[in-house]
């Protein structure tokens, strides 16, 4: 899923700077570019790090007002890269939560929430993440007998360390590696709860083992978006 973009023009007016000190929060890696589309091939520059550097300048201009007010409404004063609430709406990476709740699958979401391209079809690839889960269902079983008896979140605390034994590939640390073990984990997390292995998309597997009668995989789907990033740090 592309990323929200501005021109240079749209970008240093939002910010209120010259152009060449656009380049300048580029080269720094404060806001980052790609090429753009056309004849010109004009370098494009994402917007969600330029709302981000605004509420930077803003909370540099005015820190009593940014405190008091994170203060009064409950929120931490922290920047995120990947969700922004303003005016009443969630956004991620840029995009609207409500209408990526609306158009697209949990998976794609979580590909752009790890900042995977959309093009990126691999990395739900359910016939290696099933193979993945299986090991794991297969552990589990022959380590922790009775774990079926279980509450989810006590199954999770189970499953999470044994997975972590077993996939060194975890220790990979690179962007695309990271997405590709959360990836793992999220289906092993969906696995421990439903003990059954996901070979279709998760809001589906889900209905299929919570509601089997009921036509909820959009209601469930909508629901896995909305919830998969709040903004907020754990201590909130």
């Known amino acids: 899923m592309p990323q929200r973009t501005l021109s240079a023009d749209e970008a240093a007016q939002q910010l209120k700077i010259s152009k060449a000190t656009l380049y300048s929060y580029v080269s720094r890696g404060l806001i980052r570019s790609e090429e753009g ?3 010109t091939r004009a370098r494009r520059y994402v917007a ?35 969700t922004l609430i303003e005016e009443g709406q969630l956004f991620y990476r840029g995009w609207n939560a409500i209408e990526l709740a609306r158009t697209h699958s949990f998976e794609a979401v979580a590909s752009l929430l790890w900042g995977v391209e959309e093009a ?8 290696a993440l099933e193979a993945a889960a ?33 996939d060194l590939a975890a220790f990979n640390q690179s962007p695309e590696a ?42 469930l789907n909508a629901t896995l978006i909305l919830c998969a990033d709040h903004e907020l740090n754990i201590s909130a």
């Open 120 to 127: 990126d079809n691999t990395l739900f690839n359910h016939v």
């Open 37 to 39: 589309q056309g004849k």
């Open 178 to 219: 990271v997405a590709q073990t959360g990836a793992r984990i999220l289906h092993m997390l969906v696995m421990v709860t439903t003990n059954a292995i996901v070979t279709t998309p998760i809001a589906h597997h889900l209905q299929q083992a919570w509601t089997p009668t009921s036509p909820a995989t959009e209601l």
């Open 134 to 166: 299986t090991r794991h269902m297969q552990d589990m079983q022959t380590q922790m007998a009775p774990w079926q008896s279980l509450a989810p979140v006590e199954r999770f605390q189970l499953a999470l360390p044994l997975a972590a034994a077993a």
């Open 48 to 82: 969600a790090d330029v709302e981000a550097l605004l509420r930077r300048k803003e909370q540099r201009r005015h820190p009593d007002r940014t405190a008091e007010s994170a203060l009064h409404f409950g929120d931490p004063v922290l920047e995120s890269a990947i």
